[in-house]
C-alpha cells in the first residue's frame, strides 16, 4: 500500500560552529520543535520523522510529537554527509518495513520562521503538476549581476562587468533556496535521470524575505533572533486587532 505523504526532518548532534545547534533554546523551545510543530500543525503527513545519531535529540523530538523509528548510523552523521544520503536512508529503512510513500517532505530542523501555509503550497502545486520537487525559495536582496568578488590582491572583480552600469530595475529578478523545505513526488523522482532540484522539474514556492534565515553562524541565530521577535509581534499586534473588531 502506497501512503500518502512523509516530513522527514535531518538533525545530526555534532554541529560544530553552533553546539547542539539543533535543540538549542529558540524562544523557550529546542530549536527543532518549531519544525516539527508546524509539520504537524499542517495536517499534511502521516508521520513526521526525526533523523539523528543523538539520543538527546530523539528525545526531545519525541516529545514534542515527531517519531523516531531509528538512530542514525554514524557513518552518516559527518561533516561530509549529504542530506540526500540521510533522506535515502530513512526513505530505505521505511520501505524495509513496508511503508511507501507517494510525497516525501524534507525539513530543515533550523527553520523556526517556518510557516505551515507555504509547506501546503507546495503540496498542492507540486500534486496538480508534472514536476518532481516543490521547494522553498525567495528572492535576492540584491541584483545578482552588480556582485563582485575578490581577486588575488584583494581588490574588486565583476561576475557581469558588462552590467557595471545597467540600472537595477532592468536586470532581471533572481532567486536562491530559502532552505526551510523540499517536497518530492517518490513516482517522477525515480523514473526521471534528473536530479538537479534547481532546474525545469522544480516549482519553487517564493516566500517572503522576512520570514527567511540560514542558521549557520551566530550571527545568523541572532539575525533569526530579531526576526522571530518581529514576526511574533505582529502576529500578536493582528490577533489584537481581530479581537477588538
Known sequence: MIKNAIAIIPARGGSKRIPKKNIKDFFGKPLIAYSIEVALASNLFEKVI???DDKQIATIAKEYGAEV?????????????????VIKHTIDYLESQGE???????????APLLQKEYLIEGY???KQSDAINAFSATSMPFPIQRTFK????GRCEMFTPEHYTTRSQDLEEAYQDAG????????????????IVF???????????????DIDTLEDWERAEFMYEILKKKNADSLAVFDVI
Do not use: M
Open 50 to 52: 526525526v533523523t539523528t
Open 69 to 85: 523509528p531509528f538512530i542514525r548510523p554514524t557513518e552518516l552523521s559527518d561533516d561530509f554527509t549529504g542530506t540526500q544520503e
Open 100 to 110: 511507501n510513500y507517494e510525497y516525501i517532505c524534507t525539513i530543515y530542523a533550523t
Open 124 to 126: 498542492e502545486k507540486l
Open 150 to 153: 575578490l581577486d588575488n590582491n
Open 180 to 195: 526551510q523545505f523540499y517536497w518530492e513526488n517518490r513516482k517522477l523522482a525515480k523514473a526521471s535521470n534528473n536530479s
Open 199 to 213: 532546474s525545469d522539474i522544480s516549482i519553487p514556492i517564493i516566500l517572503p524575505r522576512h520570514l527567511v534565515q
